[in-house]
Nanobody, 123 residues
Framework: QVQLVESGGGTVQAGGFLKLACSVS????????MAWYRRAPGKERELVSS???????RYAESVKSRFTISQDTAKNTSYLQMNSLKTEDTAVYYC?????????????????WGQGTQVTVSS
């Protein structure tokens, strides 16, 4: 059973920074990609950033040049470095992963999700 646990959320003033971590545990054979999503109050969940197994990264326009996604495969951990935080970045941030068995074929659909961590940016 694969589990994702986020950490690093909290409250920070606008202009500050936070680094989120997503620790993955369980039987992991095929890694396809990982991502960070967020859901702000009253809004739909949105993709913040993703990284695929080939290293290709994507960012939402609203976070480009401020956020950086990275991975430490040896530690089975994904990170989201968030700089120059804005009040509109306030949301619950979720880690997502697409992983499977040895013969799993990547589909670009995330099949494992964390419980989320709250990020609050105050003005």
């Amino acid at each position: 059973q694969v589990q994702l646990v986020e950490s690093g959320g909290g409250t920070v003033q606008a202009g500050g920074f936070l680094k989120l971590a997503c620790s993955v545990s369980g039987n992991i054979f095929r890694r396809c990609g990982m991502a960070w999503y967020r859901r702000a109050p009253g809004k739909e969940r949105e993709l913040v950033s993703s990284v695929r197994s080939d290293g290709i990264t994507r960012y939402a326009e609203s976070v480009k040049s401020r956020f950086t996604i990275s991975q430490d495969t040896a530690k089975n951990t994904s990170y989201l470095q968030m700089n120059s935080l804005k009040t509109e970045d306030t949301a619950v941030y979720y880690c997502a992963a697409e992983m499977g068995s040895k013969y799993y074929l990547c589909t670009n659909q995330y099949n494992y999700w964390g419980q989320g961590t709250q990020v609050t940016v105050s003005s």
